[in-house]
């Protein structure tokens, strides 16, 4: 299920990728899904990697078979693999780059570039 949500949460970031760049052309629009996709792919075996050595298996199996007492524990244990974690870790690093990208980027300079070239009347 938390693998799951974060999906969506990608899928949600293609429509606003898609829509922002969308403003320039079609085609940039595709564009900025396609480097979605990419930073998405190679993010998330780079994080895999870190995982899987952070996490050793031993580790994880011993964590995995250990009896537990309260249902909380056992959900979590259900839902949290290795691979969750790495989607995790990904999507934190991906929040970081993504409000420096889109939100900081140079759509927002343009506007303000306009604004200071508008020229003023004076009375």
Not at 34 to 60: D, K, R, S, Y
Not at 76 to 104: G, H, P, Q, V
Request: hydrophobic share 50%.
């Amino acid at each position: 299920m938390v693998a799951a949500f974060i999906f969506l949460l990608h899928i949600v970031l293609c429509v606003f990728a898609f829509f922002e760049y969308k403003k320039e052309g079609i085609g940039e629009g595709f564009l900025a899904i396609a480097f979605v996709g990419i930073v998405f792919a190679v993010g998330w075996t780079i994080a895999a990697i870190l995982t899987n050595l952070l996490f050793a298996p031993e580790w994880f199996i011993k964590w995995y078979w250990q009896p537990l007492d309260s249902w909380v524990w056992r959900c979590i244990r259900k839902e949290i693999s290795r691979d969750t974690i790495s989607l995790l870790f990904l999507t934190t690093m991906e929040i970081a780059f993504y409000y420096f990208y889109f939100l900081t980027g140079p759509n927002q300079d343009k506007g303000k570039k306009k604004e200071a070239d508008t020229p003023t009347t004076s009375t």
